[in-house]
């Protein structure tokens, strides 16, 4: 009898330990309402299903933890547990996200997806290496110049104060040495600078700045794709290493289809944002073929600046080596057809 008592006691104490839910506290800068939050709201939901409840997540929109970079900091601390967040707050964790704020370097997302096959396990190991789980990534769509006054030559930027995400002081350097007026600013604070005059030129998604706004006050649009906006999920591996074994596996899982689902359609939404922007009353200008030639030439002189802030240097050349290999393979079978 006192054994079984026992064991009573025992199963008592252990049962509600193992029962005990995992609530995971996300921030993002995406807007409450908006594609992308409804998004995590559906990750969310699916994790808690595959686990039975014993992970849930809670949701922080809108940038109300703060910036990129206060979240990174707020999750080191134990204050919130994960982010979906862009590659600046990526970079953060693994430089080797710079890649992905190289301009003209991207062309099309058939690139996009050859290039980051070839270097996904670095790209994840790194961020693992700083103590967190990237699970999934998501690529938000392209990023254009959005600027008060018409431009079509890269010296009529030089005209303009330019959005630079605070913190980012070697992009800011390298924008100072081509003869451009960079300003410092929290993502959170673009549409305030943008209101006070403060900034005038933003490099950013079209759907981004239809949510934001941005639009009204900057109603230029320069039809060149400067850029790719891409992120993803990630979750302090504290956190993660305390779930199960089964049910880290289930996340992992949903997570990836998730990246497969929402990289063939969110991502492609970009004309419908302009489109809507058009009839709101934004400029959108196109270029000629030797306009944008010399967008791209102009911009690879800086090339050799933007190497130097890799911490793996070498990183740079072997993306370059890749797109030619991308090139080649699509040349060769075109040539096959």
């Given at each position: 009898?006192?054994?079984?008592v026992?064991?009573?006691?025992?199963?008592?104490f252990?049962?509600?330990l193992?029962?005990?839910?995992?609530?995971i506290?996300?921030a993002?800068?995406?807007?409450?309402?908006?594609?992308?939050?409804?998004?995590?709201v559906d990750?969310?939901q699916?994790?808690?299903?595959a686990?039975?409840g014993?992970?849930?997540l809670?949701?922080?929109?809108?940038g109300?933890?703060?910036?990129e970079?206060d979240?990174?900091?707020?999750m080191?601390?134990?204050q919130?547990?994960?982010?979906a967040?862009?590659?600046?707050?990526?970079?953060?964790?693994?430089?080797?996200?710079?890649?992905?704020?190289?301009?003209?370097?991207?062309?099309?997302?058939?690139?996009?997806?050859?290039?980051r096959?070839?270097?996904?396990?670095?790209?994840i190991?790194?961020?693992?290496g700083?103590?967190?789980?990237l699970?999934?990534?998501?690529?938000?769509?392209?990023?254009?110049?959005?600027?008060?006054?018409?431009?079509?030559?890269?010296?009529?930027?030089?005209?303009?104060?330019?959005f630079?995400?605070?913190?980012?002081?070697?992009?800011?350097?390298?924008?100072?040495?081509a003869?451009?007026?960079?300003?410092?600013?929290?993502?959170i604070d673009?549409?305030?600078?943008?209101q006070?005059g403060?900034?005038?030129?933003?490099s950013?998604?079209?759907?981004?700045?239809?949510?934001?706004q941005?639009f009204?006050?900057?109603?230029?649009m320069?039809d060149?794709?400067?850029?790719?906006?891409?992120?993803?999920?990630?979750l302090?591996?504290k956190?993660?290493?305390?779930?199960?074994?089964?049910?880290?596996?289930?996340?992992?899982?949903?997570?990836?289809?998730?990246?497969?689902?929402?990289?063939?359609?969110?991502?492609?939404n970009?004309g419908?944002?302009i489109?809507?922007?058009k009839?709101?009353?934004?400029t959108?200008?196109?270029?000629t073929?030797?306009?944008?030639?010399?967008?791209?030439?102009?911009?690879?002189?800086?090339?050799?600046?933007?190497?130097?802030?890799?911490k793996n240097?070498?990183?740079?050349?072997?993306?370059v080596?890749i797109?030619e290999?991308?090139?080649?393979?699509?040349?060769?079978?075109?040539?096959?057809?």
């Open positions: 009898m006192r054994r079984i026992i064991l009573i006691i025992f199963f008592g252990i049962l509600p193992s029962a005990k839910n995992t609530v506290k996300l993002t800068l995406a807007p409450d309402g908006s594609e992308w939050y409804y998004m995590l990750l969310g699916q994790w808690e299903n686990t039975d014993r992970v849930k809670r949701i922080y929109p809108g109300v933890i703060g910036d970079r979240m990174i900091r707020k080191r601390i134990g919130i547990h994960g982010a967040i862009t590659a600046e707050g990526l970079s953060e964790l693994n430089p080797d996200f710079y890649i992905f704020f190289v301009p003209l370097l991207f062309e099309n997302y058939d690139e996009v997806d050859y290039i096959s070839e270097l996904r396990d670095g790209l190991n790194g961020i693992r700083s103590g967190f789980e699970l999934m990534f998501n690529d938000v769509g392209w990023v254009y110049w959005f600027t008060t006054l018409s431009m079509t030559h890269p010296e009529q930027l030089k005209n303009h104060k330019i630079n995400w605070a913190g980012d002081y070697k992009f800011s350097e390298i924008w100072k040495k003869g451009y007026q960079a300003v410092p600013l929290a993502s673009i549409l305030p600078g943008l006070t403060l900034i005038d030129a933003v950013t998604n079209p759907q981004f700045a239809l949510v934001q941005m009204g006050i900057s109603k230029n320069l060149l794709k400067w850029g790719l906006l891409t992120g993803g999920v990630i302090d591996s956190i993660f290493n305390k779930m199960s074994s089964n049910d880290r596996e289930s996340i992992i899982n949903i997570s990836r289809e998730f990246e497969k689902k929402y990289q063939t359609t969110m991502r492609y970009d419908k944002a489109e809507v922007m009839e709101l009353g934004l959108v200008n196109t270029l073929s030797e306009e944008e030639t010399y967008w791209r030439s102009y911009v690879e002189n800086w090339y050799p600046d933007i190497q130097n802030i890799f240097q070498d990183l740079f050349d072997k993306i080596e797109k290999s991308y090139k080649k393979k699509i040349a060769d079978t075109n040539d096959s057809e």
